[in-house]
């Protein structure tokens, strides 16, 4: 073990993804929207120090949805997240501790609520620009960004 560190409403430390430059870590707790009844919840740790962790900033997302698999590429940080789909949010400022959603897709339009259904996760690195993303519910998409 190199560190170890926490964060306030640890529920379950589930998955993250480095920045393009690994200075950053986005990290997602799979239990704490359900648990806390707060919005969905990514948070930002600074890696630079691999010995001192420390946590940089929150993106709360515009839904209590749970967030799941999260994937960065370039300034673009994709995540998975369950009822409200996929959420592509903008971390080309993310130093400065700014991230803005940009655009979403939603493949569980029912609602947006702490539950296991709809997206589970994404794969947003093909040379196309093509994601394809699996949904529990519904199946197979193959999606790309309008402009």
């Given at each position: ?15 993250g ?13 799979e239990l ?25 900033t ?23 997240n ?66």
């Amino acid at each position: 073990m190199i560190s170890q560190f926490q964060y306030s409403n640890l529920w379950y430390t589930h998955q993250g993804w480095f920045t393009a430059d690994q200075r950053f870590f986005i990290l997602g707790d799979e239990l704490d929207e359900s648990n806390t009844g707060i919005n969905s919840r990514s948070l930002v740790f600074d890696f630079t120090d691999l010995d001192n962790p420390i946590f940089h900033t929150t993106y709360s997302g515009p839904t209590s949805a749970i967030d799941h698999n999260g994937y960065v590429l370039g300034n673009q940080f994709f995540l998975a997240n369950y009822t409200a789909g996929v959420r592509v949010v903008d971390i080309s400022d993310i130093a400065s501790g700014s991230l803005d959603e940009i655009g979403f897709f939603d493949t569980y339009p029912s609602n947006n609520t702490a539950a296991f259904e709809g997206v589970w996760s994404l794969y947003p690195y093909f040379p196309s620009g093509k994601i394809v993303v699996n949904d529990i519910n519904s199946g197979l998409f193959v999606i790309e960004a309008s402009n």
